[in-house]
């Protein structure tokens, strides 16, 4: 079986200015990197086209080893309702070096469903994560130099800093580091930490800004501590939003590309939703939105998880509703959900595919609360039985949802005509928007309590005494009517990876909570889930290779 990178190599890639013309855009407005990638200008976003256009969400049943395909799902969706006569444009967040090269892999799809070049797009791309560290990593440098000067100083106490730096790769050893030895030249010695970019308030800033000045604005909000005297300190106090801002110029654009079957793509933005919100850039849907009749778009990871944050931060500050929503599942994942492990995960079982089902239960449950229609797209692997099969089908029977086998991996938009017919029945029905699991105004503790009882399925939240602590802080900053972006492993309902399937009767422990005051929204950090990732025992770096003519294997 050809691996995902060899399939791209086989398909012929159309020049830039062949995609944009199915969107009328002009080959004079993009801004060309090469032949095969391009950005596009924000002046092509056109407000009241978008709302006008549908948007679809795709979400998925929670992570497993053995995967769920939801990127390869959004796309070959995509190519199905093209096939079936909707304009439609896919857009996605950008992958980061850190899964790339660690353990999930890239985030370009796979098989005949993919987004090209996607070596390009896995790797550096057209540069938007580079110029997010820089805009980031230059805020530190400016806040350090401030306390380092007696001269231009605003009294910034360095204990209270909570400003770190980033860097796109996965790194253990930095989570925790001490700046500024080496003596009285060499700075003011503090604790302090990297994270991973996809988890930078800067990413998540550019991913929720409507233009230019709105994220200079966004950028000088960002709190970076106290003085002496307890009073707060911005990013704006120390003059650094201009030249952050300036440093992603170019960045603020999103990125034009296409899929195997040369329908267009825009890619920009890539936080992730587990550390962060998880969505493409507000930009990037209104763009697509303004292009395309349709624009199918996916949330990071689980619908409790990504999906709760692209419906309760993305889409109302963007006014955005989706239209549609679909989970995607596989066997492969449902069998792990109910107790099989992943070397036996090819062995027919529909008990295990039965037990599973919990777990897609209480996600289109989930969906249900925010008064979205669920559609159910079964990914489809060789190794699938029709016995398994069946046992899905009359599940979604039972709970009243339809449901569509796929098959873009093999087959691209041929495979996914189905869904495709689904889906837009389900856009043509919609007749509402959604509801909230929240209200921005509700006090922090009832938002946290509202997402973990109705999401997660928590019986009771635990806040430590720093969490305790960090509440009073965020009360006493006015920012207590923020909505939530609260950081959870990705591997469970729960805030325990360990508890797979659709664990019940959990306490959920607030262990910190950070202040996002740039991006507009606080993250409540729960059980061991850390902001910068590690490197697993043999990361994917180990299988990734370039030989003497340029061509990279391992990728995927």
Not at 326 to 343: E, F, N
Not at 470 to 498: M, R, W, Y
């Amino acid at each position: 079986m050809p691996t995902d990178i060899e399939i791209a190599r086989t398909i012929k890639i159309k020049h830039i200015r062949e995609i944009a013309a199915q969107l009328a855009v002009a080959e004079d407005d993009l801004v060309l990197y090469g032949k095969h990638k391009a950005k596009l200008p924000l002046k092509l976003i056109d407000l009241e086209k978008a709302k006008k256009n549908k948007l679809i969400l795709v979400s998925a049943i929670s992570p497993t080893p053995a995967g769920e395909g939801k990127t390869t799902i959004s796309i070959g969706l995509t190519l199905g309702l093209n096939r079936i006569g909707k304009k439609t444009t896919v857009v996605l967040r950008e992958p980061s070096l850190g899964p790339v090269f660690g353990i999930k892999g890239g985030a370009t799809g796979g098989g005949y469903s993919q987004v090209l070049p996607m070596e390009d797009i896995n790797l550096h791309f057209t540069g938007d994560f580079a110029a997010i560290e820089k805009a980031h990593n230059l805020l530190a440098a400016i806040i350090d130099n401030n306390i380092q000067n007696k001269k231009n100083n605003l009294g910034l106490d360095p204990r209270t800093v909570t400003w770190k730096r980033v860097m796109d790769m996965n790194d253990r050893s930095l989570r925790k580091i001490i700046v500024g030895l080496g003596g009285t030249m060499s700075g003011v010695p503090r604790e302090t930490g990297f994270d991973i970019v996809a988890a930078s308030e800067v990413m998540a800033i550019l991913c929720l800004s409507n233009d230019l000045k709105h994220l200079k604005e966004k950028l000088g909000n960002i709190f970076v501590g106290y003085t002496y005297d307890r009073k707060p300190v911005y990013a704006r106090d120390l003059k650094a939003n201009g030249a952050m801002a300036a440093l992603l110029k170019d960045a603020i654009m999103p990125n034009l590309v296409q899929t195997t079957e040369g329908t267009p793509a825009i890619i920009h933005g890539g936080p992730f939703a587990n550390i962060a919100h998880g969505c493409n850039s507000i930009i990037a849907t209104r763009m697509g939105l303004s292009l395309s009749d349709y624009v199918v778009t996916e949330a990071g990871f689980a619908f409790e998880l990504g999906a709760e944050k692209f419906l309760d931060i993305k889409c109302r500050y963007a006014g955005l509703a989706p239209s549609a929503a679909v989970l995607v599942a596989t066997i492969r994942a449902l069998k792990y959900h109910g107790g099989v492990g992943l070397k036996e995960l090819n062995k027919p079982d529909t008990q295990a595919v039965r037990r599973g089902l919990e777990n897609l239960e209480k996600h289109v449950e989930n969906m249900k609360q925010f008064e979205l229609s669920p559609v159910i797209a079964l990914n489809r692997f060789t190794s699938d039985t029709e016995e398994e099969i069946a046992v899905v089908k009359a599940k979604c029977a039972e709970l009243g949802v339809p449901m569509a086998v796929a098959d873009v991996w093999g087959k691209g938009g041929e495979g996914a005509v189905e869904l495709a017919g689904l889906v837009s029945k389900a856009v043509e029905n919609n007749t509402h928007g959604f509801k909230p699991v929240y209200e921005w105004e509700w006090p922090v503790e009832k938002k946290i309590e509202a997402i973990a009882g109705k999401m997660y399925g928590a019986k009771h939240i635990d806040y430590t005494a720093k969490a305790k602590k960090d509440l009073e802080k965020i009360n006493a900053l006015g920012l207590d009517k923020l909505p939530v972006c609260i950081a959870k492993t990705q591997k469970s309902l729960s805030d325990n990876p360990e508890l797979i399937g659709r664990p019940k009767d959990f306490v959920v422990t607030v262990r910190e909570i950070e202040i996002a005051s740039g991006a507009g929204f606080i993250i409540p950090i729960t059980g061991d889930i850390m902001r910068m990732p590690g490197l697993p025992e043999h990361p994917a770096s180990e299988n990734i290779d370039i030989d003497e003519n340029g061509n990279i294997t391992g990728l995927f």
